[in-house]
């Protein structure tokens, strides 16, 4: 069956630009997350959704980061002005319920210039 | 402050060469301690997960343990395609979704 699907795969911006992330969990998962990852570390949490509600934002580090899940289903992280210190591998997860193990997309590779 | 400490950061070793991989953890009241694989350019990919110390779980040339301190992922006879980046992470007892992720270990096994 599919798994979870995040696109674009990489992207590259300008500083100052505003980018925006989209993740297809697998189909009936309710639960969402979104990770960061940086080189040679393990995934950082962002945000956790249930359902379209945003549980948990505690992650994100700073105003600039926006998650949206209109329809408990596809999820979008936007970050606005981005900076340098953006840059990193973007990983979104989910799984059937928030205790259960979470099944990662590929993630996005975003470079800010 | 909860934290899960993997090591070492990485080991190299020979085709057929069975070694473990330590993930030591403080986590406060683990609800769930689990492992993770990932390759390069890639997500990781769920292997096993342990509730209780004394639990093993096998899949493969993989086994993984748990006591109250820390988790072992053994490796039995390795090939090269178990080169990857192995990655452990626990669940607090005050959530039921936050992990707490280690860095990894990045095993290669050479042919």
């Known amino acids: 069956g599919a798994g979870v699907s995040q696109s674009p795969r990489y992207k590259v911006a300008k500083r100052g630009q505003d980018v925006a992330l989209r993740c297809d969990p697998i189909s009936g998962h309710v639960s969402l997350f979104w990770y960061q990852q940086a080189l040679g570390q393990g995934p950082e949490f962002l945000t956790y959704?249930?359902?379209?509600?945003?549980?948990?934002k505690s992650g994100l580090p700073s105003d600039r980061f926006f998650a949206e899940r209109p329809e408990g289903s596809v999820s979008t992280l936007k970050i606005q002005r981005t900076q340098q210190e953006d840059s990193a591998v973007y990983l979104c997860?989910?799984?059937?319920?928030?205790?259960?193990?979470?099944?990662f997309g590929d993630g996005t590779r975003l470079s800010i210039l | 402050e909860d934290q899960v400490t993997q090591s070492p950061e990485a080991l190299r070793l020979q085709e057929g060469e069975s070694s473990s991989l330590n993930c030591s953890y403080t986590?406060?009241?683990?609800?769930?301690l689990f492992w993770y694989r990932q390759d390069p350019g890639k997500g990781p990919e769920f292997l096993f997960t342990?509730?209780?110390?004394?639990e093993e779980k096998e899949k493969e040339r993989l086994k993984a343990t748990l006591t109250k301190k820390e988790s072992f992922l053994h490796i039995t006879a390795p090939k090269p395609e178990d080169s990857a980046t192995y990655l452990c992470a626990g669940r607090q007892m005050d959530s039921n979704y936050q992990l707490i992720w280690g860095a990894g270990t990045k095993l290669i096994i050479k042919p």
């Open positions: 997860a989910s799984s059937e319920g928030a205790a259960q193990p979470q099944h």
């Open positions: 986590v406060s009241g683990l609800r769930g």
């Open positions: 959704f249930q359902n379209e509600a945003q549980l948990d």
């Open positions: 342990l509730y209780s110390a004394g």
